[in-house]
């Protein structure tokens, strides 16, 4: 609570907050794994803190430097965004790939 900007994990009092997740590639010289992450939910910090907690994944996103390890940059990008243009009321999609 008074380590802010990081987020708890409360099961009392906290909100649900739910991420399905499915491995896409492994690179075990590496130690690492690409997951495809899909939250179902939208709580602040929510798939950083499902990826590092221990009840969750126990691996935290490369380059998260507040629940993990920095590096040159944070290793999270969305797959595709749909949103509501403000004026037009068109909506708007985009989509693209990861060069990680």
Known sequence: LYDRPKQIVCHHNGKQAKTLWQVLERYPQK?????LL???TGRTH???V???H?????????GDDL???RTSRLHLQSK??????PISKKIMTFKVDAKF
């Not at 130690?31 to 997951?35: C, D, L, P, S």
């Not at 221990?54 to 490369?62: D, F, K, R, W, Y």
Request: a positive charge; hydrophobic letters at 35%; one cysteine or more.
């Open 38 to 40: 899909t939250p179902h």
């Open 80 to 85: 595709s965004l749909k949103i509501k243009h």
């Open 50 to 52: 499902h990826c590092a």
């Open 46 to 48: 929510q798939l950083r």
């Open 67 to 69: 629940y993990g390890t």
């Open 54 to 62: 221990a009840l969750g994944l126990n691996m935290p996103i490369v």
């Open 31 to 35: 130690n690492q794994t690409r997951i």
